[in-house]
């Protein structure tokens, strides 16, 4: 319709084609010869079968381009659609085409009083009750229905709504891209959408142009009456292309007429802000005009007023200030003289007050030197006799486990006499009998010698025999490897052969007569391409075999995933209890000491009452006392709770470090220290840290702030660990108190513990959390390094081309080339970045050590099991050029110290093995036993057998490993499959965290955060002045 109109108008365009489907709808429809009528003509015998109807299906319509027979099935057939190709199948076209519904049956259940029957059997025209007793078939209702709603829509203007859908699994916020381009091919969307792109969706007559955007050129709209050149005026004033002028219409690409619009309403908007203004001027003046003159007539008024009431004021001030000048001098003269006879009086009732308190404080201070010498010398004396009854206890008891030893080793001395002698009789028959075997074994010796120089003649001959065998077996080895390279060609030539064929078939698929010829010729190629099948069939079997093995990997890391996530849910289960019996533990009272617990000390109740006093009058806190502390301890943090901006700040700025110290964890521990958050039992202080810390790390620039945030919070946690304690308030008491001399050491040593602060249960879960920060930024920097040094690692498997000893060959008596070691190169580069980026960020050298130790884990992982998977990586060349790799991270991790790699090298056994077994001679020599322990100790027997089999000699032509071995080896592979639960020989990669609590407590330093002086960004926050006051 479109295109239609553009010929009308006469406007430049070119006529664009799109596919009709009428050639389709004739092949189905048409009569007589359509498949619908052909159908419903075989319906109409009983005798007729899928298969007759097929037969004459295809008797009629063969010469059809739609219509194609399949290669399998005499009744199948193939129809082209506009989308692509399907296949039907006519087993039971036939039974179901018939419609075996009667319309009296239909109008009888219609007519029923059941609602639900009634529904479902609606009445039918009059037309099909006509008609009820003639033949009716499915396809032809649905074609009379299909010409009905064609009908409806040619007399409509119908607007369609394409559906599509997104998924072939019915789940939200997925879309498959091919599937959905596929149904919008179908749907003839992509044809429509070319064809209005490359039109003009937008078209308006001159007149209805003129008449909206006439706006734009005023100058012209007086002048001249020409609608067409009006319009073309609008148009090269707006500096538009994409326009057509037609007859009656102009046409515009789409986006178009959004310019006009956007230049026509910024017309009409300046044009209606002139007149706004103007009016408003008008306005505004005569206001002014009338207020200015109301204010003049307004101040003259009031300022009279004013002046008169302030004279008034003035008098009146004078005459009262009078006035108030006898009456205060009357008013103090009274009071003086009444102040005066009363200061007397109190003076002396206090005098005699404080001079008998003076005197009965003499008397009791006397008193109590007095009991306090005769308790001191009570005690004293109590205390010198226990002491001398535990040190006699003490003598006595090492005393006689000195005695006892003594007596041992007498007993011992006295056994020993008797045994040497014993012992000496016993070495002089023994001497006798060893000299008789000797004489013994000389003559054994003798005839043994004799009897090896035989058997020495002998294997040489065997020798001499086996060398001349194995000289023949090389030459039938090199004779078969030419054949299979000859075999190889023949096959590559006739599966050329066979792609032309083909080509020439589809291009001549009207001419019968060279098709017969072409399928004589396509037989006898098969049959010899049979034969170079049944070759290729075992390299087959090796691929299929390394697929099972990749789905058996699949299998287990979707078991491992499920049990991740099942280990995740545990671990949520089990916080949650903690917390619970955190909670119960605390809110539980601690009960004081039984008596018998005390008495058994050794003292007396006075002396215990003594020795477990607190400030506090009881032995233990009372539950209104815990309370009041609490509520004590919990004020200074709930008058602090709106200064979180400092560390919010802190958390949010790169505050840097000095001297090694993080400078935002040391500000953040003394602001929590000096607002006591620590001592509290509620606060929320803490979840807005973590919560802070969690926004920070999920930002998109995070992934470069890992290292230092790694650095910040394993600082604040080492600071929480070394200076924090469980308060003892929650501890259980323990069930005896040493008495005596161990007791007052444990008392000292309690009181000397001063440095650390108390700590309550939202702080000891702040410093879980904290805990579970730091792994999870171990593990997040830990996985970002894996991703970005695997793509290198698959470099650096397999060497490149210009290495390898195809292009370059060597003599075998010449030493193997130095590869080029570029991709290590980039290795070493990137290992000497994230040193720099970890120092620079001042992380532990702890942390530094377990990330490089678990980084070179996962480079002999995926490097070993590359090695496994790829038959191409394991040559003799590409070994040497992973050697020379490997040295160069030998050389990196010396260079490195002990103190960052760690024990980074032995993580690389397996490669390092693997790659040693490559490089090594002569492997034919070797046993099982050899390669086993000597060679390759770390991998299993399925990982030695996998790569003798895989391995090839690509530079010297040499061969791998003996038969023999390699079967020894398959046979115990085969038992080992039996008993193994997993057939595997990959190498699983270790997600956990390597490290726990008490491993950094150990390990991370302390850190001194009181010479960290407080940035100059963050002085003006009012809740940092006492950083500034500190330092």
């Not at 004020?635 to 700025?653: A, D, Q, T, W």
């Not at 001399?741 to 000891?764: E, F, H, M, S």
């Not at 690389?908 to 002569?922: C, D, E, M, S």
Request: proline share 3%; charged share 25%; net charge positive.
């Amino acid at each position: 319709m479109e295109q239609e109109e553009y010929k009308s108008e006469k406007i430049n365009w070119s006529y664009i084609e799109f596919i009709d489907n009428q050639d389709m709808l004739d092949l189905i429809e048409k009569k007589p010869i359509g498949i619908i009528a052909l159908l419903d003509e075989a319906c109409m015998f009983p005798k007729s079968t899928h298969a007759t109807f097929a037969s004459k299906m295809f008797r009629n319509l063969s010469s059809h381009p739609r219509l194609e027979k399949t290669k399998f099935s005499e009744t199948d057939f193939t129809i082209s659609h506009y989308a692509g190709k399907v296949t039907y199948q006519t087993d039971s076209f036939l039974e179901k085409n018939r419609d075996y519904i009667v319309a009296e049956h239909c109008n009888l259940l219609s007519s029923s009083r059941c609602s639900l029957v009634s529904g479902l059997f609606s009445s039918l025209p009059e037309e099909s009750l006509r008609s009820s007793y003639k033949f009716s078939s499915v396809a032809s209702r649905f074609k009379q229905q299909l010409q009905a709603l064609m009908e409806t829509l040619s007399s409509t203007e119908p607007h369609y709504v394409r559906c599509v859908k997104p998924n072939s699994v019915n789940r939200p916020q997925l879309f498959e891209n091919q599937s959905v381009l596929h149904q919008l091919r179908c749907g003839g969307v992509l044809e429509a959408v070319r064809i209005s792109l490359a039109g003009y969706p937008t078209r308006r007559t001159y007149a209805e142009f003129v008449d909206r955007f006439g706006v734009l050129v005023p100058e012209l709209m007086f002048g001249s009456h020409d609608e067409r050149a009006l319009t073309e005026a609008v148009l090269e004033k707006m500096k538009l292309d994409n326009f057509q002028l037609g007859r009656n219409k102009v046409f515009l690409r789409a986006g178009q007429i959004a310019i006009l619009d956007v230049r026509r309403a910024e017309v009409l908007d300046n044009a209606a802000r002139r007149i706004q203004s103007c009016f408003r001027t008008f306005a505004a003046r005569k206001e002014f005009v009338k207020t200015k003159k109301a204010s003049i007539s307004l101040q003259a008024y009031c300022r009279g007023c004013f002046a008169r009431k302030m004279y008034k004021i003035r008098r009146e001030t004078a005459a009262a200030i009078i006035l108030q000048k006898y009456a205060r001098r009357l008013l103090l003269q009274r009071n003086y003289h009444e102040a005066c006879s009363a200061a007397l009086l109190i003076q002396s009732c206090i005098r005699g007050f404080i001079a008998r308190r003076y005197f009965s404080a003499i008397r009791e201070q006397k008193a109590a030197l007095v009991i306090q010498s005769f308790w001191r010398k009570r005690k004293v004396a109590m205390l010198f006799q226990h002491y001398k009854q535990a040190t006699i206890a003490i003598q006595c008891a090492w005393r006689q486990k000195l005695a006892r030893r003594e007596l041992r080793k007498l007993r011992m001395t006295a056994n020993e006499a008797g045994a040497l002698r014993e012992a000496k009789n016993k070495l002089e028959k023994k001497l006798d009998d060893l000299t008789l075997r000797l004489t013994l074994e000389r003559r054994m010796r003798a005839a043994g010698e004799e009897t090896k120089l035989v058997e020495i003649s002998k294997r040489d001959k065997i020798i001499e025999t086996l060398s001349a065998e194995c000289a023949a077996a090389k030459l039938s080895a090199r004779s078969e490897h030419d054949k299979n390279l000859i075999l190889q060609r023949q096959l590559d030539d006739s599966l050329r052969e066979i792609s032309m064929l083909r080509s020439n078939k589809i291009l001549k698929a009207e001419e019968e007569n060279e098709n017969s010829n072409l399928k004589n010729i396509v037989e006898s190629l098969s049959e010899k391409n049979s034969l170079l099948e049944n070759e290729l069939s075992t390299a087959r079997k090796n691929s299929d075999d390394t697929m099972e093995k990749l789905k058996d990997v699949e299998g287990k890391c979707t078991r491992l995933q499920q049990n991740l996530d099942k280990l995740q849910e545990k671990l949520t289960n089990l916080e949650n209890e903690n917390h619970v019996l955190r909670q119960k533990a605390f809110s539980i009272t601690p009960k004081p000491l039984p008596e018998k617990f005390a008495n058994s000390t050794g003292l007396t109740n006075s002396e215990q009452k003594r020795t477990f006093e607190t400030p506090p009058p009881t032995k233990y806190p009372s539950p209104i006392q815990h309370s009041t502390g609490s509520r004590r301890a919990r004020l200074p943090v709930e008058r602090h709770e709106g200064n979180h901006e400092i560390l919010l700040s802190c958390i949010k700025e790169n505050l840097g470090f000095k001297d090694g110290k993080p400078v935002a964890a040391c500000i953040i521990y003394r602001c929590l220290l000096h607002w006591r958050a620590f001592e509290s039992e509620r606060t929320a202080i803490f979840d807005h840290v973590i919560e802070a810390i969690n926004d920070v790390l999920k930002a998109k620039e995070a992934d470069g702030r890992l290292p230092y945030w790694l650095s910040n919070t394993s600082a604040l946690l080492c600071l929480l660990q070394k200076n924090l304690r469980s308060n003892g308030f929650f501890g259980t008491p323990s069930r005896r108190s040493a008495g005596g001399l161990g007791g007052k050491l444990a008392q000292l040593a309690g009181r000397g513990d001063t440095a650390q602060v108390d700590a309550r249960y939202p702080a000891i879960l702040f410093k879980q959390q904290l805990t579970a920060c730091v792994e999870k930024i171990f593990g997040q920097l830990r996985d970002n390094l894996k991703k970005e040094i695997s793509p290198l690692l698959s470099l650096c498997i397999q060497a490149p081309k210009s290495t390898r000893p195809g292009k370059a060959p060597k003599a075998p008596g010449v030493s193997a080339q130095q590869p080029s070691n570029s991709h290590w190169d980039n290795i070493v580069s990137f290992l000497n970045l994230l040193m720099d980026t970890l120092r620079e960020n001042h992380v532990p050298s702890f942390f530094i050590r377990k990330l490089i130790t678990q980084l070179f884990s996962f480079v002999n992982i995926q490097l070993f099991n590359s090695l496994l998977l790829r038959r191409e990586c394991c040559t003799f060349s590409n070994g040497e050029y992973v050697k020379a790799g490997l040295s160069l991270l030998e050389k990196w991790i010396t260079d490195v110290s002990e103190e960052f790699a760690g024990t980074s090298w032995h993580e690389l056994n397996y490669i390092r093995q693997a790659v040693g077994f490559l490089v090594i001679h002569q492997k034919r020599k070797k046993t099982l036993e050899e390669i086993s322990q000597d060679l390759c100790p770390s991998l299993s027997l399925r990982q030695i057998y996998r790569i003798c089999s895989m391995y090839w000699d690509d530079k010297y032509n040499t061969q791998g490993i003996s038969n023999e071995v390699v079967a020894a080896m398959r046979e115990m592979v085969n038992k080992d499959t039996q008993n193994l639960a997993s057939n595997s020989f990959l190498l699983d990669d270790d997600l956990s965290i390597p490290f726990s609590t008490e491993d950094l407590s150990i390990a991370i330093p302390a850190i001194d955060y009181a010479d960290v002086e407080l940035p100059e960004s963050l002085h003006h926050y009012p809740s940092a002045q006492f950083l500034l006051t500190a330092s």
